[in-house]
């Protein structure tokens, strides 16, 4: 299987929650050499990398931001499922004759 790189980082690990992608990227040379990118499903364009120095915290960050995916989705999957409540009308109230 060939090898990933983005931005001269090979991408060692990779997370999928719904439509996102949460990945990590690993470069011996950079002053940072780890980072999690966030990208579209099937996609290859990464965002909101954030850079760290050690494996352990990339791991973590990866398995956090992957966690903050579920999160959301199970919130919306809840509102979704969340009927709403019915507006009532004001009753109207019966003609009456006066006696």
Not at 39 to 52: I, L, P, T
Request: charged share 35%.
């Amino acid at each position: 299987m060939e090898k990933e790189i983005n931005a001269g980082y090979v991408i060692t690990d990779r997370l999928t929650v719904g439509n996102a992608e949460f990945v990590i990227g690993q470069r011996d040379e950079a002053p940072a050499n780890f980072v999690t990118w966030k990208c579209r499903k099937g996609e290859k364009e990464y965002f909101w990398g954030y850079y760290m120095n050690d494996r352990l915290t990339a791991l973590e960050d990866l398995c956090n931001r992957a966690l903050d995916e579920v999160h959301y989705l199970k919130s919306l999957q809840q509102e979704k499922n969340t009927p709403e409540k019915p507006v009532q009308q004001p009753q109207k109230k019966r003609y009456e004759p006066e006696r």
